[in-house]
């Protein structure tokens, strides 16, 4: 994913907040290289109030990522780290007894936040996981029967470590939907794996973005100006016969078990909708639904274990569909 970054000069509000998105690339590379398709589709998953998923093995800079991203959008952000002990109240907050008072008081926990990184979700039990699903699909944390709201833009940005599954527990499918895209952080290249360990011998420190430069070049007035714009993005019919189609194929599909739900279906729409306009256009094209499909949908499936012993991927599963799905011209 890779949009372009020609309509800076765009008249109005809608091109300023997409060239104030488009900087945000920019901004990051000042303290996370080589990692831009990841950083769009962040952008993506705040353009559709959805959230993220991040998988890649320890070190390749989830965490700094999701930093740099609410420095540079001026938002702010908390960082959980799910461990096996840790409880529902821990993350959402709870009623505590004010003895100067002799009331019990709401005492918010780290989701009333912008961006909320939550680091290794899969260690934890499910009862602790579940505990985001109402913030994630409600954007609003009950606690005593008192439902509370979160702030707005909110988004959930959770890390799984692929390689290790010893004391972890696997997300469950009804939560898995939950995450509008399921990025994969790769190794870096060798060169940017030198141009790391570069600005690392000349005193790059991961602790501190304001040293490394990271600016606010965006903020929560271009988030609402570039959703209203999204909103008016044109999808045509046939558009929505493909989103449908190419769905409707994985639960077809001999090599799995589970396809893609209806709500797949529908934040599949989304993101190519978001991804349309950020490439510059009022409407949505075939490619736009290409681009998004994998990142939206792999999570959404589930594999026979009889494929996953061949070899098969989930990624292969829905590039092979994208191949053989006719495309509406």
Sequence with gaps: MDPTTDNAGQPGDQGTARAALEALRAEIAKAVVGQDPAVTGLVVALLCRGHVLLEGVPGVAKTLLVRALASALEL??????FTPDLMPSDVTGSL????RTAEFSFQPGPVFTNLLLADEINRTPPKTQSSLLEAMEERQVTVDGTPRPLPDPFLVAATQNPVEYEGTYPLPEAQLDRFLLKLTI????????????TRHAEGFNPRDLKAAGVRPVAGPADLEAARAAVAKTTISPEITAYVVDICRATRESPSLTLGVSPRGATALLATARAWAWLTGRDYVIPDDVKALALPTLRHRVQLRPEAEMEGVTADSVINAILAHVPVPR
Aim: aromatic share 4%; hydrophobic share 25%; charged share 35%.
């Design 96 to 99: 505590v007894y004010d003895t």
């Design 76 to 81: 702010d952000t908390k960082r959980v780290q």
């Design 186 to 197: 790769p190794l870096p290249s060798r060169q940017d794996e030198i141009d790391v360990l």
